[in-house]
């Protein structure tokens, strides 16, 4: 499959600012600094279209990409780079204005087919556990994927995810994707699942 384009569309800071909700979209969330905005990249093969820092807290809107691909199931569709939750340093005006656009957007945006919830695949966070909790509680199709295992030694990686699978609370059954921005390591696992996702029949036609 190519990516025939990939085209940053607009930044989002409150409702009225998302796009009409032609195509369909997947949303990117997790806790700051996790590698929302790595993997959106990564996915892409593209160096900086969504924009990295070291910095916890970069991303602060709601990004939004629209992708075409040579894949007939994909075709168009958005790619959505959240916030990060989880970060302390942001001032607590911005804090208060994060929360309700984001619990709005994932609640109510009819055209977001999935969500993928990104989580270190070293340490998880009580935020974590609460979102994927949250998530459930509104039935958002969920894709919980475990970045930066490039930083884990391939002696410890099964036991680790393992792990990080216990520790988030999933079902035997709940796939836990690993992926690494650096390698590509997991990038068409992922692909294989959006595809499913926007493919895949849509809840108002079923
Ligand atoms: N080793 C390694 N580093 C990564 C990976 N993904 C991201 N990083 C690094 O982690 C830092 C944060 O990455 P971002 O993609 O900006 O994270 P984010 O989740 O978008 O962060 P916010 O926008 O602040 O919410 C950067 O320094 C990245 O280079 C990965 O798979 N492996
Ligand atoms: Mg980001």
């Known amino acids: ?38 993997l959106i990249n990564s996915l892409l093969n593209r160096r900086d279209l969504a924009k990295v820092s070291r910095t916890p ?4 809107a709601v990004n939004v990409f629209r992708i075409s691909t040579s894949d007939p ?5 958005y790619l959505v780079d959240l916030p990060g ?11 208060l204005q994060w929360g309700p656009l984001m619990d709005g957007y994932l609640v109510d945006r009819e055209s977001l087919r999935g969500v993928v919830l990104l989580v270190d695949c070293r340490v998880v966070t009580e935020q974590d556990r609460q979102t994927i909790a949250w998530l459930r509680s509104i039935r958002r199709t969920t894709l919980v994927v475990a970045t930066k295992v490039d930083k ?10 393992k792990h ?13 994707i690993p992926y690494s921005s650096v390698t ?6 992922v692909w294989g699942a959006l595809r499913d996702l926007i493919g895949g029949p849509h809840p108002e036609s079923s």
């Open 85 to 95: 939750y989880g970060f302390a340093k942001v001032s607590r005006s911005l804090r």
């Open 1 to 38: 499959m190519k990516i025939v384009s990939a085209e940053f569309i607009k930044s989002c800071v409150s409702p009225e600012q998302f796009p009409q909700g032609e195509l369909d979209e997947i949303a990117f969330a997790g806790r700051s600094n996790v590698g929302k905005s790595s």
């Open 57 to 60: 807290g970069k991303t602060r």
């Open 73 to 77: 199931n994909l075709d168009q569709f």
């Open 184 to 189: 590509g390591d997991g990038r068409e696992w």
């Open 164 to 176: 990080t699978h216990h520790d988030l609370g999933l079902a035997q059954g709940e796939t836990l």
């Open 152 to 161: 884990l030694k391939p002696s410890e990686r099964v036991r680790t995810l």
